[in-house]
């Protein structure tokens, strides 16, 4: 199986002629890295341990800060760990001549993972999803801004609210057919394309994949799109409120549990709604851990500025058929097709540890049986007194995170403390740092 795979991306880098290939991973900070290796070195790579890759750079917060409590400290010596591609991850970039992408896991010297590596936190996630007989299919369904270069100032790419608006999206028409084509040329599998609510917002969802690939194509969709539009003079940003006036833009995660014969345990027809009592109990688990798990699937500062109400993102733990004020939404579909997407996540969350985050409450919920509160159809989610409130800051979702024991478990100590140093060391710098709210509000007054 691995010949043939070798083999396959041979014929590849031969027939586009390809001379780099991106070797790339993303870490607990949510940035995507890569090492960019020649072709023939690629080749070579994959007979021997790795690509060597400094474990420095998994204890950075996102101003590149080096963080000493994620991970072992400057005792440790921040030895090499090493990429490992995972071949069947490799594409060519039909934007990028003669350039390939793999996506890479994280291992020491010796071939043992990193357990705080995100990829790898999913993938012990699945693990304990198969041992109880099931696997997941999903898809991130993200919004995003577009945004054109007007001198030292940043414009909409499309003005108003009308998301949808035939005459508006005609003007954008460049944006969507280089993003689809782009994305169809990788593989992901876009779907739908239209603007959305908010000046310059865009989204596109793409085709559900099974196991880590749901994540992995998440990663590709968010990086390619930024690509494209910049070779096209455009700037994309998947911030989850990036405007202060408009809508936050979401990074909803659609899902799906099968057992071994391939049928999707959500539904069952016998039942009214058409969900099974698994279904029902993977809703009742997240909703249970739904302020721990929203400082791994909410993990910048911004992201909490889009938990408002009245603004089709969730502020409780609400769920509803149909209902997208909810933070559990039920589509209508059923069969095979039967799925559960839940809205918590903001565009800029880390695939790898939402999906991995969602799936924990989720099977904790199936393993207990958890029934959850009632639905909101019918009521007015943001008006509702009786439902658990989200966090309103990062630093309240990290104390719950690490207050949650089963969470926590199924995540990984070390991953935890791992993560929440590095958010934390975030929020600091957040509270040192004057706006121009603060000068605008007060530095004439006092």
């Given at each position: 199986m691995r010949e043939t795979l070798v083999q396959h991306i041979r014929h590849l880098i031969q027939e586009h002629r390809i001379h780099t290939v991106r070797v790339t991973l993303t870490d607990n900070t949510n940035i995507t890295r890569s090492r960019y290796v020649p072709a023939k070195a690629f080749l070579q790579s994959i007979s021997e341990q790795g690509i060597n890759y400094p474990s420095?750079?998994?204890?950075?917060?996102?101003?590149?800060?080096?963080?000493t409590g994620a991970g072992d400290g400057y005792e440790g010596g921040y030895p090499s760990w090493l990429l490992q591609p995972d071949l069947s991850t490799f594409v060519v970039l039909p934007w990028v001549s003669g350039t390939a992408r793999v996506i890479a896991d994280i291992v020491r010297p010796g071939g043992e993972p990193i357990p705080v590596s995100p990829r790898q936190v999913l993938k012990n996630l699945l693990k304990q999803l198969n041992d109880v007989g099931l696997t997941m299919k999903g898809a991130f369904e993200f919004e995003f801004y577009v945004f054109r270069q007007?001198?030292?100032?940043?414009?909409?790419?499309?003005?108003?609210f009308n998301c949808f608006s035939d005459v508006n999206q005609a003007q954008v028409g460049d944006i969507f057919t280089a993003i689809i084509q782009g994305l169809e040329g990788i593989g992901a599998g876009p779907e739908v394309a239209n603007t959305e609510y908010g000046p310059g917002q865009f989204e596109i969802t793409n085709s559900p994949f099974n196991g880590v690939a749901a994540a992995d194509m998440a990663i590709y969709y968010r990086s390619s799109i930024k690509e494209i539009l910049t070779q096209k003079g455009y700037t994309a940003t998947f911030m989850g409120k990036p405007k202060c006036?408009?809508?936050?833009?979401?990074?909803?995660?659609?899902f799906s549990l099968y057992n071994a014969l391939g049928q999707n345990v959500f539904h069952d027809p016998e039942a009214k709604d058409g969900?099974?009592?698994?279904?029902?109990?993977?809703?009742?688990?997240?909703?249970?851990?739904?302020?721990?798990?929203?400082?791994?699937?909410?993990?910048?500062?911004?992201s909490y500025k889009r938990?408002?109400?009245?603004s089709f993102a969730p502020i409780n733990a609400s769920w509803g058929h149909e209902h997208r004020c909810a933070m559990i939404r039920v589509p209508y579909v059923r069969g095979e097709n039967t799925r559960l997407e839940n809205r918590l996540p903001a565009a800029d969350t880390n695939p790898y540890l939402a999906a991995a985050a969602i799936l924990a409450a989720s099977l904790?919920?199936?393993?207990?049986?958890?029934e959850p509160p009632a639905c909101s159809d019918g009521l007015n989610p943001y008006e509702q007194t009786d439902l658990v409130k989200l966090p309103a800051t990062l630093p309240e979702a990290l104390e719950e995170l690490q207050r949650d024991q089963v969470i926590c478990a199924y995540l990984g100590r070390e991953f935890i403390r791992h993560y929440v140093a590095l958010r934390m060391s975030e929020w600091q710098r957040y509270q040192r740092h004057i706006s121009n709210w603060e000068i605008k509000e007060y530095f004439e007054l006092f």
């Open positions: 420095a750079l998994f204890s950075m917060d996102t101003s590149a800060k080096l963080v007007q001198g030292d100032s940043l414009e909409p790419s499309w003005q108003g006036d408009a809508s936050g833009s979401g990074g909803h995660f659609h969900l099974s009592d698994l279904c029902r109990w993977a809703i009742g688990g997240q909703l249970r851990h739904a302020r721990a798990i929203c400082g791994v699937v909410n993990s910048t500062v911004n938990l408002q109400p009245y904790d919920g199936i393993k207990n049986q958890i």
